[in-house]
Every structure is written in C-alpha cells, then in structure tokens.
C-alpha cells in the first residue's frame, strides 16, 4: 500500500472526491494555481481547471458565507482557512449560517460545506498561526468538528466530511502533516513513510465521523486525546511505563462516547489532553461526561492536561506545549490518586 | 491657526429631530425620464454619474415617460398594484394580530411596497433571493399562499418551519426565496457564492441580493461586493435605503460616500439609483440589472432610495426619533398611490374599482387569517411538538440530541 504524508492524503480526499463528484469545488487564500501554503490544494487546479478550485480573497467570512451560498445552491463546497487562527472573521458565518440552516428552514436549505484548517502549534508560529479552536466549535449547536492524527484516517475523513450532507469542521493538526510528531521537539520525527498508519490507499474509502479508534490497548487508564496529542500521550505511556489505554477521539461531535465509557469502566482512570487552553476547552466536556457516565467506576479523579490559559507564545513555545514530560506527570498522579 | 493642532470628532446628525419641521430639501430628485438608459454591456466607467442621481418613470402628472418607461403591460402593471395593496393589507392585519398577541413580533413594508412587489416581476423561475426582513412582496407578487405565511407568522401547527424561527422569517426555496436569518447582512455574500455557483454549473439563474441602508456598514457587505466583482459573478446587488435602521437615520452608515450606490464604484461594479417609490422604476432596473447577470456581464449594485413610513418593528416608535409629518413630507410620495393614479390616467383604473379591489383584498386576507388561526395561533391553539425542536438540525440525529430528546421525555 502507498504510504503518504499527512498532506498528501488530505490532498489525495479532494482528488478523489473531485473526480467523483462534479459538485465538489475548493477554494481558499493560495488554494489555487500555487496549491496552499502547506501544499494541500496542489495541483487540483491544473487537474479540474479554475472553476472547481481557485484563489479567494483575503476574507474569511467572504470565503465561508460565499460557500454556504454555494451549497444552497446544491454544490459541496471544501473550503480551506489557512491557519485555523484566522478563522474568527467567519465564526459568524459558521456558528449562525451553516450551523442553523437546515434547522431554521426545516431542510427547504441545507449546508453541506467543509472547512478544514490547519491547528495547533509546535512551528514557532507564535499566537495567530498556533491555535486549536475545537472547543468554539464544539459549543455550537449544527456543526460536526473533526481532527485526524494520521494520514490513513485524514483521508477516509475527509471524505466522509466532503459527503456530509451537514457543515464540517476538519482540523488538521500541522504539526502532524509530515510525521507523528511526539512532543520531543528536540529530536528528529518518524516520517510518516516509515510509520503503518502512513499507508493510505489510493482511491475511494471513508473513515466514518463520530467513531473513535484505540490506539494503544492498556488497562491501568485511559487517555482521551486527539490529534497531535495521541503522540504524545503514546510517548509518555512508553516513557512511564503505565499500561495507558489511549484513545484516539477522530471526531470530537458527534463523539463517540460508546468507546469512551466502555475503556474508562475498565481501567478506572482517565487523562483528558488538548493541546487547546484549559478553561472551557473540550476536556471540560469529555471530564464531565466521564463523570456522568463513569463515576462509581472511577478510582482517581479525571485529570486534565492542556495548554496553559494564555495566548500562544512565540519563544516560550515549548513551555506552552503539553508535552510528554507533563502528560507523564498526570499519567503518575493518576495511578497513584 | 489658533486651533491647527485640536482635533474635532464629527458625528453625523439627521436634518430634523422630533419636534421640528420635516425638511427633505436637501435630497436631489431628479425629474422623471431625465436619466438616460444604457445599454446593459456599458462601460461601468462612462456610467459613474447614474450612482449619484435617481432613475424616475412617474413623473407629478402620474405619466411614464423617459427611456425606462414602457416595459410593463396593463394587466402587468394593475397585477403590480394587486400586490401591493395585498401586501400593505396583509401587514395591517398581521400588525393587528401581534397587537392581540397571536404572535411575538412583526415587521410591516408600509411605504416601501414598490421595490419587492416589483423587483420580483423582473426575475425568471429558478432565480433566487436573499432577502432581509422586509421583502414579503417577493413571495406575495410569486404567488406563495399568505396562509403559509401566516403559519410561520403565527409558529402554530401547520408553521412549515415548525416553530423555530422568529415571525416573517420566511423560507421558500420554490419561491426563489432564501431562508431569512435575522442576523443582518450575512445573506449578502451568500446571494454572491449562489450566483457563483450557478456561473460555475453554467447553469442560466442568477441570484439577487438584499440589505437595508444602515446593514451595508457591516462587514459582510463589503465581502460581498469583492467576490461579486472578482468572480464578476451574476447577481443583482440591492441596497432598500429607506433613510432609517431603528432608530438611526442613513448617515450614518452611508458616512461620507454620498449615496449607498457609489458605495459599488470602487469595486467596478455599474451602480445606479433608483425611485424605489415608483413601480415602473424599480421594475425596469431590476429587469436591466437581471439581463446583464445574465448574459455574464457581472453584478449590478442598485440603491432604491425609499421611505420607511412605519415603525421598524412592532417593538419600535419612531416619534421618539423622527418628526412624525415626516412620512407626510417624503418627496416621492406613496408607491400605491402613485400607480394606482398612472392606472387611472391609462384609463384602466378608477377610484371606484381601487375601493372595491381593496375590499376584496382585505376579504381574501380575513380568509387566509381565519384559516391560518384554525390551525393556532403563538400562544393558543395547535402549535408545533417539543420534538420538533429536536429534530432537522443534523440530517441524523447524532447521539446526544437523541439522548437529551429522551431526557426531555419526547
């Protein structure tokens, strides 16, 4: 089987999806003759021609309020915000437009766009290119919100997403488009050809919304994470040497809280990370719900390891980052709490 | 010199307050059939001045005259008059209602009956419109049931949006009438990427966009006139100045640009000017703007400079703002009434007809109330489930909506 980067299995879900449905367009700031900043959109242009993949104006919500007008005319627009950190001039458009319109028109209208952005930090992009917005997306009512963590999954996801007869939110983790970064930053990163879930096949296959995937099997806690952070999570498992069960979430909503409880009622312990501040980011969610439905399992209290409640710094960057060596603590004072 | 280096902050205030005199002496008018029509493929360059006049049919006499006269057949213009008295109708009697309390909110068109009612005669079957919450005259001159309408109105049983959205909200997409949002401005990029998507489908419909004069200043305006203009895509580009938003006059969205339409001239977009009073006007540039979106000539940005002779909303009392004569005062004078006399001029019309079509519009919209009431009202009678606030938001429900729809005991 093929093994591709992160970036060419996203690329490779347009393609495919491009090729089998004329209805499907791309477009965003670069997506079009030069193929995105991070190369994402390369070469679809040349592929499909200018009207199903082509350059946008500097403007986000023109960009999102632009698509949904195009799929209430019945096109699947696949849309790209080139840094999720930009995405705030269309939250508007996102949170009560593509949200609520199958809702507010009773289905006279739908929205079936995708959104995707690059997310998270780890590149020295400082405060406007290190985002992880999940958790704004997350609170609203009518969107689904998505984040892979390998080329395998990001394709089949995308293409669920692009056939999603609803809006979708597709964040990619940046850190991970060339290699399943773990959070020693100090040392090189496997590409993603020399790693199992870097084999993408070629051609049409899905990777359903709403199912979780258990990375590392375990029985002494459970780890909910997503993205990046399944990495790094798998790193600290390794580096304490506690038997963590690390569940990698895919889709953050619809989630799939079926797999959740079942491992929590096993092991007894949870670690909730994101990469995303602390206050109100999805861990509260995912805390709360493990409280809800597992609470006479529960042997500890459910820890939470996130980015600290501050702006993205620039050279602090690696103080910011939930890293092994933090996630390795929790996992620690988990197992003995 | 003395004060050379002291700033002063300018805010814009409307001519007159409540109290004073209405004085519209400032506002230009030019005469009717005195601005020129170009053809549709026209350099936008050579047509700059047409964003700073007003284009005019009905002259004082209640004549059509000029070169955007002459469109519109009798029967063409007294159906036009038909839907405009029903609407003004159907609004005092929807007014009323929400007096009574059967619903929360309304919002009436008096004065500006003209520019939906007849921008909806020069559109094609398949066009579609973004709409504010002041163009019920689309669905009306369309033929949309007024019963369906006061359904949604009234949020009771037989509401088609099952009592999710706010009252004249409308959605009809085989009226050509996009969901109404309630959260201004967002539509106007909207009605762009639908016109673009047509453009890229080659299909033959065209979009039309809609805001008020005071929703311009939001952001999504100015997105909308980049893409329409980048993508050249085939929309018509309406901007309903009615020299209010609340309770704030036009200046101060309009800022120093002169008029909404030259808002459009630093895009290259041909912008014009038009009576929105007058049904012959608005009629014929719609139709001009409509034939150049779609023989791939790109959007038309169209001011139709209008009054807005009531309130904003059944929440709203414009005596604590404007003079109330000042409706009384507007120099273009009243859209029904105004077609309504070129009628009788024609000799196709009469002041005894008009009495008795009123009659029988106001007949026509008791029966559609009585109707719409049989099936409830906001707080009485049938009204939509508990579960229909659950359902058609995803088109699967996913798990947690099902869970909380079982919490919730439906």
Known sequence: MPRRTMIEAIRDAMDVSMGRDEKVVVFGEDVGFFGGVFRCTQGLQAKYGKSRCFDAPINESGIVGSAIGMAAYGLKPCVEIQFADYMYPAYDQLTQEAARLRYRSNGDFTCPIVVRMPTGGGIFGGQTHSQSPEALFTHVSGLKTVVPSNPHDAKGLLIAAIEDPDPVIFLEPKRLYNGPFDGHHDRPVTPWSKHELGEVADGHYTVPLGKAAIRRAGSAVTVLAYGTMVYVAQAAAEETGIDAEIIDLRTLLPLDLDTIVASVKKTGRCVVVHEATLTSGFGAELSALVQENCFYHLEAPVARVAGWDTPYPHAQEWDYFPGPARVGRALIETMEA | MADAGMLRFHVPEPEVRPGGTPDFSNVTIASAGSVPRPDIDVDPRTIRDMAFSIIRVLNRDGEAVGPWAGLLSHEELLEGLRHMMTLRTFDARMQMAQRQGKTSFYMQHLGEEAVSCAFRKALAPGDMNFPTYR????????????????????????????????????????????????????????????????????????????????????????????????????????????????????????????????RGLGFGIPSLRVDGNDYLAVHAVAKWAAERARKNLGPTLVEYVTYRAGAHSSSDD?????????????????????????????????????????????????????????????????????????????????????????????
């Not at chain 2, 309408?149 to 050509?176: C, F, T, V, W």
């Open chain 2, 135 to 262: 163009q019920a005259g689309l669905l009306i001159a369309d033929g949309y049931p007024m019963v369906t309408m006061m359904n949604q109105i009234y949020s009771n049983e037989a509401d088609p949006l099952k009592g999710r959205q706010l009252p004249i909200m409308y959605s009809s997409k085989e009226h050509g009438f996009f969901s109404i949002s309630g959260n201004l401005a967002t539509q106007y990029i909207q009605a762009v990427g639908w016109a673009m998507a047509s453009a890229i489908s080659n299909d033959s419909k065209i979009a039309a966009a809609w805001i008020g004069d005071g929703s311009t200043a939001e952001s999504d305006f100015h997105s909308a006139l980049v893409f329409a203009s980048t993508y050249k895509a085939p929309v018509v580009l309406n901007v309903v100045n009615n020299q209010w938003a609340i309770s704030t006059f036009q200046g101060i969205a309009r800022g120093g640009s002169g008029t909404f339409a030259a």
């Open chain 2, 318 to 410: 414009p005596s604590a703002y404007r003079p109330k004569t000042e409706s009384d005062a507007w120099p273009l004078g009243d859209p029904i009434v105004r077609l309504k006399n070129h009628l009788i001029g024609l000799g196709v019309w009469s002041d005894e007809r008009h009495a008795q079509a009123e009659a029988e519009i106001l007949d026509t919209v008791i029966a559609a109330q009585k109707e719409a009431e049989s099936h409830g009202t906001l707080h009485a009678g049938g009204k939509p489930s508990t579960r229909d606030m659950f359902e058609g938001l995803y088109a699967e429900m996913p798990p947690h909506l099902r869970r909380q729809r079982q919490q919730a005991g439906v």
